[in-house]
Protein backbone atom coordinates (compact mmCIF):
# COMPACT_ATOMS: atom_id res chain seq x y z
CA UNK A 1 0.00 0.00 0.00
CA UNK A 2 3.13 2.66 0.73
CA UNK A 3 4.86 1.53 -2.77
CA UNK A 4 1.65 2.49 -4.31
CA UNK A 5 1.34 5.40 -2.40
CA UNK A 6 4.60 6.65 -3.32
CA UNK A 7 4.28 5.87 -7.05
CA UNK A 8 1.06 7.46 -7.26
CA UNK A 9 3.10 11.06 -5.48
CA UNK A 10 5.88 10.76 -8.33
CA UNK A 11 3.44 10.69 -11.20
CA UNK A 12 1.68 13.53 -9.77
CA UNK A 13 5.35 15.24 -9.63
CA UNK A 14 5.91 14.34 -12.99
CA UNK A 15 2.63 16.03 -13.95
CA UNK A 16 3.49 19.19 -11.99
CA UNK A 17 6.88 19.32 -13.27
CA UNK A 18 5.83 19.05 -16.95
CA UNK A 19 2.79 21.27 -17.06
CA UNK A 20 5.53 24.17 -14.76
CA UNK A 21 8.09 23.79 -17.89
CA UNK A 22 5.17 24.33 -20.59
CA UNK A 23 3.95 26.83 -19.07
CA UNK A 24 7.42 28.73 -18.51
CA UNK A 25 8.17 28.46 -22.08
CA UNK A 26 4.70 29.65 -22.94
CA UNK A 27 5.55 32.87 -21.54
CA UNK A 28 9.08 33.00 -22.40
CA UNK A 29 7.94 32.95 -26.05
CA UNK A 30 5.57 35.42 -25.48
CA UNK A 31 8.08 37.47 -23.44
CA UNK A 32 10.49 37.16 -26.23
CA UNK A 33 7.76 38.10 -28.81
CA UNK A 34 7.18 41.34 -26.97
CA UNK A 35 10.72 42.23 -26.79
CA UNK A 36 11.25 41.47 -30.36
CA UNK A 37 8.52 44.26 -30.88
CA UNK A 38 9.74 47.14 -28.69
CA UNK A 39 13.80 46.56 -30.10
CA UNK A 40 12.79 46.13 -33.63
CA UNK A 41 9.80 48.59 -33.75
CA UNK A 42 11.43 52.00 -34.43
CA UNK A 43 13.36 50.20 -37.14
CA UNK A 44 10.05 48.53 -38.87
CA UNK A 45 8.51 52.12 -38.81
CA UNK A 46 11.74 53.29 -40.72
CA UNK A 47 11.64 50.33 -43.04
CA UNK A 48 7.74 50.94 -44.04
CA UNK A 49 8.18 54.37 -44.40
CA UNK A 50 11.01 54.06 -46.87
CA UNK A 51 9.12 51.14 -48.48
CA UNK A 52 6.62 53.74 -49.28
CA UNK A 53 9.23 56.26 -50.66
CA UNK A 54 10.17 53.68 -53.25
CA UNK A 55 13.64 53.69 -51.78
CA UNK A 56 14.16 49.63 -53.18
CA UNK A 57 14.19 51.38 -56.57
CA UNK A 58 15.09 54.73 -56.08
CA UNK A 59 18.30 53.76 -54.04
CA UNK A 60 19.05 50.23 -54.36
CA UNK A 61 22.25 49.34 -53.37
CA UNK A 62 21.64 50.91 -49.83
CA UNK A 63 18.51 49.59 -49.54
CA UNK A 64 20.36 46.00 -49.60
CA UNK A 65 22.50 46.85 -47.42
CA UNK A 66 19.77 47.95 -44.83
CA UNK A 67 18.03 44.79 -45.59
CA UNK A 68 20.93 42.66 -45.28
CA UNK A 69 21.54 44.14 -41.73
CA UNK A 70 18.21 44.37 -40.87
CA UNK A 71 17.84 40.08 -41.80
CA UNK A 72 21.06 39.40 -39.40
CA UNK A 73 19.54 41.33 -36.97
CA UNK A 74 16.55 39.06 -36.74
CA UNK A 75 18.78 36.14 -37.15
CA UNK A 76 20.71 37.05 -34.32
CA UNK A 77 17.76 37.69 -31.97
CA UNK A 78 16.23 34.63 -32.80
CA UNK A 79 19.32 32.57 -32.09
CA UNK A 80 19.82 34.19 -28.92
CA UNK A 81 22.46 36.56 -29.13
CA UNK A 82 23.60 39.98 -26.64
CA UNK A 83 20.94 43.09 -27.55
CA UNK A 84 23.50 45.26 -27.69
CA UNK A 85 24.78 43.31 -30.69
CA UNK A 86 21.46 43.46 -32.47
CA UNK A 87 20.70 47.29 -31.59
CA UNK A 88 23.92 48.10 -33.11
CA UNK A 89 22.92 46.13 -36.17
CA UNK A 90 19.67 48.15 -36.04
CA UNK A 91 21.17 51.17 -35.87
CA UNK A 92 23.35 50.62 -38.94
CA UNK A 93 19.99 49.67 -41.19
CA UNK A 94 18.21 53.05 -39.62
CA UNK A 95 21.75 54.48 -41.68
CA UNK A 96 21.21 52.64 -44.32
CA UNK A 97 17.60 53.58 -44.51
CA UNK A 98 18.08 57.33 -43.83
CA UNK A 99 20.73 57.36 -46.84
CA UNK A 100 17.95 55.81 -49.27
CA UNK A 101 15.26 58.38 -47.97
CA UNK A 102 18.16 61.45 -48.89
CA UNK A 103 18.67 59.57 -52.42
CA UNK A 104 15.49 59.01 -52.57
CA UNK A 105 14.55 62.95 -52.77
CA UNK A 106 16.95 63.34 -55.94
CA UNK A 107 15.60 60.26 -57.45
CA UNK A 108 12.23 61.47 -57.16
CA UNK A 109 12.96 64.46 -59.39
CA UNK A 110 15.45 62.65 -61.93
CA UNK A 111 13.00 59.53 -62.50
CA UNK A 112 9.64 61.99 -61.99
CA UNK A 113 8.52 60.28 -65.99
CA UNK A 114 9.63 56.88 -64.99
CA UNK A 115 8.11 56.36 -61.83
CA UNK A 116 4.59 57.39 -63.67
CA UNK A 117 5.24 55.07 -66.28
CA UNK A 118 6.34 52.25 -63.60
CA UNK A 119 3.19 52.72 -61.58
CA UNK A 120 0.92 52.94 -64.64
CA UNK A 121 2.73 49.63 -65.70
CA UNK A 122 2.21 48.21 -61.94
CA UNK A 123 -1.25 49.08 -62.65
CA UNK A 124 -1.72 47.05 -65.28
CA UNK A 125 -0.47 43.95 -63.13
CA UNK A 126 2.67 44.01 -66.01
CA UNK A 127 4.31 41.72 -63.78
CA UNK A 128 2.37 38.78 -64.44
CA UNK A 129 0.57 40.02 -67.75
CA UNK A 130 3.90 41.06 -69.46
CA UNK A 131 6.66 39.71 -67.28
CA UNK A 132 9.12 39.51 -69.23
CA UNK A 133 9.16 43.41 -70.46
CA UNK A 134 8.32 44.39 -67.27
CA UNK A 135 11.68 42.76 -65.80
CA UNK A 136 13.48 44.12 -68.33
CA UNK A 137 12.35 47.36 -67.74
CA UNK A 138 12.81 46.76 -63.91
CA UNK A 139 16.72 45.89 -64.60
CA UNK A 140 17.27 48.92 -66.58
CA UNK A 141 15.66 51.42 -64.10
CA UNK A 142 17.89 49.83 -61.17
CA UNK A 143 21.43 49.90 -63.44
CA UNK A 144 20.47 53.29 -63.84
CA UNK A 145 19.72 54.49 -60.06
CA UNK A 146 23.03 53.07 -58.97
CA UNK A 147 24.33 54.73 -61.45
CA UNK A 148 22.87 57.64 -59.34
CA UNK A 149 23.55 56.69 -55.98
CA UNK A 150 27.06 57.32 -57.74
CA UNK A 151 26.82 60.60 -58.76
CA UNK A 152 26.29 59.65 -62.17
CA UNK A 153 23.66 62.28 -62.61
CA UNK A 154 23.55 63.13 -66.29
CA UNK A 155 24.27 59.44 -67.32
CA UNK A 156 21.44 58.63 -65.59
CA UNK A 157 19.15 61.38 -67.06
CA UNK A 158 20.43 60.37 -70.32
CA UNK A 159 18.90 56.99 -69.84
CA UNK A 160 15.78 57.82 -68.43
CA UNK A 161 13.68 58.09 -71.93
CA UNK A 162 14.51 54.29 -73.05
CA UNK A 163 13.59 53.07 -69.59
CA UNK A 164 10.04 54.97 -69.56
CA UNK A 165 9.42 53.53 -72.85
CA UNK A 166 10.26 49.74 -71.51
CA UNK A 167 7.39 50.41 -68.88
CA UNK A 168 5.20 51.82 -71.45
CA UNK A 169 5.43 48.78 -73.66
CA UNK A 170 5.04 46.44 -70.56
CA UNK A 171 2.11 48.26 -69.80
CA UNK A 172 0.48 48.74 -73.22
CA UNK A 173 1.14 44.89 -73.54
CA UNK A 174 -0.67 43.86 -70.44
CA UNK A 175 -3.61 46.49 -71.08
CA UNK A 176 -4.35 44.41 -74.08
CA UNK A 177 -4.03 40.93 -72.52
CA UNK A 178 -5.75 42.03 -69.21
CA UNK A 179 -8.69 43.86 -70.25
CA UNK A 180 -8.76 43.22 -73.85
CA UNK A 181 -8.16 40.02 -74.16
CA UNK A 182 -10.54 39.33 -71.12
CA UNK A 183 -13.59 41.46 -72.98
CA UNK A 184 -12.79 39.53 -76.48
CA UNK A 185 -13.39 36.21 -74.10
CA UNK A 186 -16.97 37.79 -73.02
CA UNK A 187 -18.36 38.83 -76.30
CA UNK A 188 -17.37 35.27 -77.59
CA UNK A 189 -19.28 33.93 -74.73
CA UNK A 190 -22.12 36.48 -75.40
CA UNK A 191 -22.48 35.57 -78.97
CA UNK A 192 -22.65 31.96 -78.04
CA UNK A 193 -25.75 32.37 -75.45
CA UNK A 194 -27.37 34.61 -78.39
CA UNK A 195 -27.15 37.94 -76.55
CA UNK A 196 -27.06 39.82 -79.84
CA UNK A 197 -30.70 38.40 -80.48
CA UNK A 198 -32.02 38.90 -77.36
CA UNK A 199 -30.34 41.84 -75.53
CA UNK A 200 -29.23 43.64 -79.19
CA UNK A 201 -29.11 47.02 -77.63
CA UNK A 202 -26.81 46.51 -75.02
CA UNK A 203 -24.03 43.41 -77.16
CA UNK A 204 -24.04 46.55 -80.14
CA UNK A 205 -23.10 48.61 -77.44
CA UNK A 206 -20.27 46.58 -75.73
CA UNK A 207 -19.18 45.59 -79.52
CA UNK A 208 -18.70 49.28 -80.23
CA UNK A 209 -17.14 50.21 -76.80
CA UNK A 210 -14.45 47.45 -77.65
CA UNK A 211 -13.74 48.45 -80.99
CA UNK A 212 -13.05 51.97 -79.49
CA UNK A 213 -10.56 50.85 -76.62
CA UNK A 214 -8.53 48.78 -79.59
CA UNK A 215 -8.51 52.26 -81.75
CA UNK A 216 -7.12 53.98 -79.13
CA UNK A 217 -4.90 51.72 -77.84
CA UNK A 218 -3.72 51.46 -81.77
CA UNK A 219 -3.52 54.77 -82.80
CA UNK A 220 -2.85 57.08 -79.63
CA UNK A 221 -0.45 55.76 -77.19
CA UNK A 222 -0.75 58.27 -74.87
CA UNK A 223 -4.01 57.30 -74.17
CA UNK A 224 -4.22 54.03 -72.01
CA UNK A 225 -6.94 55.55 -69.21
CA UNK A 226 -9.10 56.26 -72.15
CA UNK A 227 -8.63 52.86 -73.63
CA UNK A 228 -8.82 50.92 -70.52
CA UNK A 229 -11.98 52.66 -69.26
CA UNK A 230 -13.50 51.84 -72.52
CA UNK A 231 -12.22 48.29 -72.00
CA UNK A 232 -13.80 48.33 -68.55
CA UNK A 233 -17.64 50.22 -70.05
CA UNK A 234 -17.62 47.14 -72.40
CA UNK A 235 -16.78 44.55 -70.27
CA UNK A 236 -19.49 45.82 -67.53
CA UNK A 237 -22.21 46.25 -71.07
CA UNK A 238 -21.00 41.96 -72.42
CA UNK A 239 -21.37 40.77 -68.42
CA UNK A 240 -25.05 42.84 -68.49
CA UNK A 241 -25.92 41.71 -72.10
CA UNK A 242 -25.07 37.82 -70.94
CA UNK A 243 -27.41 38.29 -67.51
CA UNK A 244 -30.33 39.80 -69.49
CA UNK A 245 -29.66 37.18 -72.46
CA UNK A 246 -29.85 33.96 -69.58
CA UNK A 247 -33.15 36.14 -67.61
CA UNK A 248 -35.38 36.33 -71.48
CA UNK A 249 -34.68 32.73 -72.37
CA UNK A 250 -35.42 31.62 -68.97
CA UNK A 251 -38.37 33.82 -68.40
CA UNK A 252 -39.72 32.41 -72.14
CA UNK A 253 -39.30 28.68 -71.00
CA UNK A 254 -41.42 29.61 -67.56
CA UNK A 255 -43.50 32.29 -68.88
CA UNK A 256 -45.32 31.89 -65.64
CA UNK A 257 -42.33 33.28 -63.51
CA UNK A 258 -42.88 36.90 -64.67
CA UNK A 259 -45.03 37.56 -61.93
CA UNK A 260 -42.33 36.28 -59.53
CA UNK A 261 -39.70 38.38 -61.24
CA UNK A 262 -41.20 41.71 -60.74
CA UNK A 263 -42.09 41.00 -57.24
CA UNK A 264 -38.12 40.02 -56.39
CA UNK A 265 -37.41 43.15 -57.86
CA UNK A 266 -39.97 45.45 -55.36
CA UNK A 267 -38.52 43.10 -52.38
CA UNK A 268 -35.00 44.43 -53.70
CA UNK A 269 -35.99 48.23 -53.56
CA UNK A 270 -38.86 47.48 -50.73
CA UNK A 271 -35.94 46.15 -47.95
CA UNK A 272 -33.77 49.78 -49.35
CA UNK A 273 -36.85 51.67 -48.60
CA UNK A 274 -37.15 50.47 -45.44
CA UNK A 275 -33.75 50.86 -44.54
CA UNK A 276 -34.31 54.35 -45.29
CA UNK A 277 -37.49 54.84 -43.13
CA UNK A 278 -40.67 54.26 -45.85
CA UNK A 279 -42.35 51.81 -46.59
CA UNK A 280 -42.80 52.12 -50.78
CA UNK A 281 -46.48 51.09 -52.99
CA UNK A 282 -45.94 50.02 -56.11
CA UNK A 283 -49.58 50.85 -57.71
CA UNK A 284 -47.92 53.42 -60.28
CA UNK A 285 -44.37 50.72 -60.86
CA UNK A 286 -41.16 51.01 -59.73
CA UNK A 287 -40.60 54.99 -60.76
CA UNK A 288 -42.02 56.68 -57.51
CA UNK A 289 -40.19 54.69 -54.88
CA UNK A 290 -37.07 54.95 -56.59
CA UNK A 291 -37.71 58.51 -56.54
CA UNK A 292 -37.87 58.79 -53.10
CA UNK A 293 -34.87 56.40 -52.55
CA UNK A 294 -33.10 59.41 -54.50
CA UNK A 295 -34.68 62.35 -52.57
CA UNK A 296 -33.61 60.69 -49.13
CA UNK A 297 -30.24 59.98 -50.55
CA UNK A 298 -29.50 64.15 -51.36
CA UNK A 299 -31.04 64.56 -48.11
CA UNK A 300 -28.54 62.17 -46.16
CA UNK A 301 -25.81 63.66 -48.06
CA UNK A 302 -26.74 67.61 -46.82
CA UNK A 303 -27.01 65.87 -43.34
CA UNK A 304 -23.66 64.95 -43.87
CA UNK A 305 -21.87 68.25 -44.66
CA UNK A 306 -24.05 69.93 -41.66
CA UNK A 307 -22.51 67.34 -39.74
CA UNK A 308 -18.46 67.91 -40.91
CA UNK A 309 -18.94 71.45 -40.43
CA UNK A 310 -20.64 70.96 -36.66
CA UNK A 311 -16.91 68.85 -35.85
CA UNK A 312 -15.13 71.34 -37.15
CA UNK A 313 -16.76 73.63 -34.58
CA UNK A 314 -16.04 71.43 -32.00
CA UNK A 315 -12.52 70.55 -32.90
CA UNK A 316 -12.09 74.56 -32.91
CA UNK A 317 -13.81 74.12 -29.37
CA UNK A 318 -11.28 71.83 -28.47
CA UNK A 319 -8.55 73.69 -30.08
CA UNK A 320 -9.34 76.41 -27.83
CA UNK A 321 -9.92 74.42 -24.64
CA UNK A 322 -6.38 73.02 -25.33
CA UNK A 323 -4.83 76.71 -24.83
CA UNK A 324 -6.92 77.50 -22.20
CA UNK A 325 -5.34 74.26 -20.51
CA UNK A 326 -1.76 75.02 -21.23
CA UNK A 327 -2.69 79.25 -20.20
CA UNK A 328 -3.56 77.72 -16.69
CA UNK A 329 -0.79 75.19 -16.36
CA UNK A 330 1.41 78.32 -16.88
CA UNK A 331 0.23 80.03 -14.40
CA UNK A 332 -0.12 77.45 -11.71
CA UNK A 333 2.59 77.50 -9.44
CA UNK A 334 3.71 75.14 -6.13
CA UNK A 335 2.53 72.05 -4.91
CA UNK A 336 -1.36 72.79 -5.27
CA UNK A 337 -0.36 73.30 -9.36
CA UNK A 338 1.41 70.05 -9.30
CA UNK A 339 -1.40 68.24 -7.41
CA UNK A 340 -3.85 69.85 -10.12
CA UNK A 341 -1.93 68.43 -12.81
CA UNK A 342 -1.85 65.13 -11.72
CA UNK A 343 -5.53 65.20 -11.04
CA UNK A 344 -5.72 66.05 -14.37
CA UNK A 345 -3.56 63.88 -15.80
CA UNK A 346 -5.56 60.73 -13.97
CA UNK A 347 -9.01 62.02 -15.27
CA UNK A 348 -7.56 62.77 -19.03
CA UNK A 349 -6.33 59.53 -18.73
CA UNK A 350 -9.94 58.07 -17.73
CA UNK A 351 -11.41 59.91 -20.21
CA UNK A 352 -8.95 58.50 -22.95
CA UNK A 353 -10.25 54.62 -21.71
CA UNK A 354 -13.64 55.68 -21.67
CA UNK A 355 -13.64 56.84 -25.42
CA UNK A 356 -10.99 53.91 -26.25
CA UNK A 357 -13.95 51.44 -24.98
CA UNK A 358 -16.70 53.56 -26.88
CA UNK A 359 -14.57 52.79 -29.75
CA UNK A 360 -14.48 48.99 -29.36
CA UNK A 361 -18.44 48.90 -28.85
CA UNK A 362 -19.02 50.56 -32.22
CA UNK A 363 -17.82 47.40 -34.42
CA UNK A 364 -19.38 44.08 -34.49
CA UNK A 365 -17.51 41.22 -34.63
CA UNK A 366 -17.69 40.64 -38.47
CA UNK A 367 -16.19 43.87 -39.00
CA UNK A 368 -13.49 44.50 -36.92
CA UNK A 369 -11.32 43.68 -34.32
CA UNK A 370 -9.92 46.79 -31.54
CA UNK A 371 -6.15 46.00 -30.97
CA UNK A 372 -3.84 47.90 -28.37
CA UNK A 373 -0.09 48.52 -28.94
CA UNK A 374 1.70 50.76 -26.81
CA UNK A 375 0.47 54.51 -27.48
CA UNK A 376 -1.43 52.89 -30.63
CA UNK A 377 -4.73 51.53 -31.14
CA UNK A 378 -5.54 49.50 -33.88
CA UNK A 379 -8.60 48.80 -35.92
CA UNK A 380 -8.14 46.11 -37.75
CA UNK A 381 -10.75 45.97 -40.86
CA UNK A 382 -11.75 42.36 -41.47
CA UNK A 383 -15.30 43.21 -42.89
CA UNK A 384 -13.28 45.66 -45.35
CA UNK A 385 -12.49 43.55 -48.19
CA UNK A 386 -11.36 44.11 -52.18
CA UNK A 387 -11.87 42.56 -55.34
CA UNK A 388 -8.68 40.11 -56.61
CA UNK A 389 -6.27 42.37 -57.63
CA UNK A 390 -8.40 45.69 -57.05
CA UNK A 391 -8.23 48.73 -55.06
CA UNK A 392 -11.87 50.04 -55.47
CA UNK A 393 -13.89 50.27 -52.24
CA UNK A 394 -17.58 48.98 -52.73
CA UNK A 395 -20.79 50.84 -51.91
CA UNK A 396 -21.67 48.41 -49.33
CA UNK A 397 -18.40 48.69 -47.71
CA UNK A 398 -19.55 52.73 -46.82
CA UNK A 399 -21.78 52.03 -44.23
CA UNK A 400 -18.45 49.98 -42.36
CA UNK A 401 -16.33 53.22 -43.04
CA UNK A 402 -18.73 55.63 -41.44
CA UNK A 403 -18.05 53.91 -38.19
CA UNK A 404 -14.23 54.30 -38.60
CA UNK A 405 -15.35 58.00 -39.44
CA UNK A 406 -16.88 58.20 -36.04
CA UNK A 407 -14.13 56.26 -34.02
CA UNK A 408 -11.38 58.56 -35.73
CA UNK A 409 -13.38 61.74 -34.50
CA UNK A 410 -13.48 60.69 -31.26
CA UNK A 411 -10.03 61.18 -30.92
CA UNK A 412 -9.56 64.73 -32.73
CA UNK A 413 -5.70 65.48 -32.53
CA UNK A 414 -4.46 62.44 -33.67
CA UNK A 415 -2.22 60.82 -36.49
CA UNK A 416 -3.72 58.20 -38.83
CA UNK A 417 -2.01 55.72 -40.29
CA UNK A 418 -3.68 53.33 -42.99
CA UNK A 419 -1.77 50.01 -43.42
CA UNK A 420 -2.50 48.38 -46.39
CA UNK A 421 -1.29 44.40 -46.27
CA UNK A 422 -1.69 41.68 -48.74
CA UNK A 423 -1.36 37.58 -49.12
CA UNK A 424 1.88 36.04 -50.75
CA UNK A 425 -0.11 35.01 -53.75
CA UNK A 426 1.82 37.36 -56.99
CA UNK A 427 3.99 38.86 -57.84
CA UNK A 428 5.70 40.71 -54.48
CA UNK A 429 6.28 44.18 -56.01
CA UNK A 430 2.78 44.14 -56.99
CA UNK A 431 1.74 43.27 -54.21
CA UNK A 432 3.68 46.12 -52.46
CA UNK A 433 2.03 48.16 -54.64
CA UNK A 434 -1.57 46.66 -54.53
CA UNK A 435 -1.41 47.26 -50.28
CA UNK A 436 -0.43 51.05 -50.78
CA UNK A 437 -3.61 51.20 -53.70
CA UNK A 438 -5.99 50.39 -51.15
CA UNK A 439 -4.47 52.40 -48.39
CA UNK A 440 -4.22 54.87 -50.17
CA UNK A 441 -8.34 54.61 -51.09
CA UNK A 442 -9.52 54.26 -48.09
CA UNK A 443 -7.37 57.66 -46.47
CA UNK A 444 -8.60 59.49 -50.02
CA UNK A 445 -12.29 58.37 -48.68
CA UNK A 446 -11.83 59.40 -45.44
CA UNK A 447 -9.82 62.94 -46.51
CA UNK A 448 -13.21 63.14 -48.98
CA UNK A 449 -15.98 62.64 -46.30
CA UNK A 450 -14.35 64.20 -42.93
CA UNK A 451 -12.36 66.96 -44.15
CA UNK A 452 -9.54 65.77 -42.62
CA UNK A 453 -6.16 67.75 -43.04
CA UNK A 454 -3.71 65.84 -45.91
CA UNK A 455 -0.99 65.88 -43.33
CA UNK A 456 -3.07 63.81 -40.66
CA UNK A 457 -3.24 61.08 -42.22
CA UNK A 458 -0.63 58.83 -43.81
CA UNK A 459 -1.21 55.63 -46.07
CA UNK A 460 1.67 52.71 -45.84
CA UNK A 461 1.65 49.58 -48.04
CA UNK A 462 3.55 46.47 -46.47
CA UNK A 463 2.59 44.06 -49.13
CA UNK A 464 3.30 40.69 -47.96
CA UNK A 465 5.45 41.67 -45.67
CA UNK A 466 3.70 41.28 -42.61
CA UNK A 467 1.67 38.41 -42.15
CA UNK A 468 -0.50 37.69 -39.22
CA UNK A 469 -0.91 33.98 -40.13
CA UNK A 470 -0.09 31.45 -42.51
CA UNK A 471 -0.31 32.22 -46.11
CA UNK A 472 -0.41 28.29 -46.83
CA UNK A 473 -3.96 27.89 -46.15
CA UNK A 474 -6.85 30.20 -47.48
CA UNK A 475 -7.92 30.69 -44.13
CA UNK A 476 -4.71 32.30 -43.59
CA UNK A 477 -4.07 34.35 -46.60
CA UNK A 478 -7.53 35.60 -46.14
CA UNK A 479 -6.16 37.27 -42.50
CA UNK A 480 -3.01 38.40 -44.22
CA UNK A 481 -5.25 40.51 -46.39
CA UNK A 482 -5.91 43.31 -44.15
CA UNK A 483 -6.46 47.00 -44.04
CA UNK A 484 -5.22 48.20 -40.34
CA UNK A 485 -6.00 51.98 -39.01
CA UNK A 486 -3.53 52.99 -36.46
CA UNK A 487 -4.39 55.49 -34.40
CA UNK A 488 -1.20 57.45 -32.54
CA UNK A 489 -2.77 58.90 -29.45
CA UNK A 490 0.88 59.66 -27.70
CA UNK A 491 -0.09 62.79 -24.97
CA UNK A 492 -3.28 63.90 -26.59
CA UNK A 493 -5.37 65.94 -24.59
CA UNK A 494 -9.24 64.71 -24.59
Wanted: with cysteine; charged share 30%; net charge positive.
Amino acid sequence: MTALIKANLKNWALVFLATAFLFSATVFAQNRGDLQETIFRNTDKLLALARSEQVSILSPSNFKNALDKYNQAQRDFKNGKQLKKIEKKLSEVRTYLNKCLDAAKLGKITFESTLKAREDALKANAPQYAEEQFNLAEQAFLSTAKKLEKGDIKNARRRVPGIDQKYRAAELNAIKISIIGNVRNLMKQAKEVEANKYSPIIYANARKLLNEAEAILNTNRRSETSAKEKAEAAEAEAKHAIFITRQTKWLKKNDKEWENFMLDREIIIEAIARELGFTPTFDDGLDKPLKRIAQISRNLQNEKKELIKEVEEKNAELRKLDKDILAYREKEQGLQAELQEKRYKLEMKKRREDRIRSVEEMFAAQEAVMLRQGDDIIIRLIGLTFGSGKSTIEPELFRLLSTVQRAIRKFPSSPITIEGHTDSRGDARFNENLSYERAMAVKQYLLANMGLEQSRITALGYGESKPIATNETSEGRSKNRRIDVVISLGQEVL
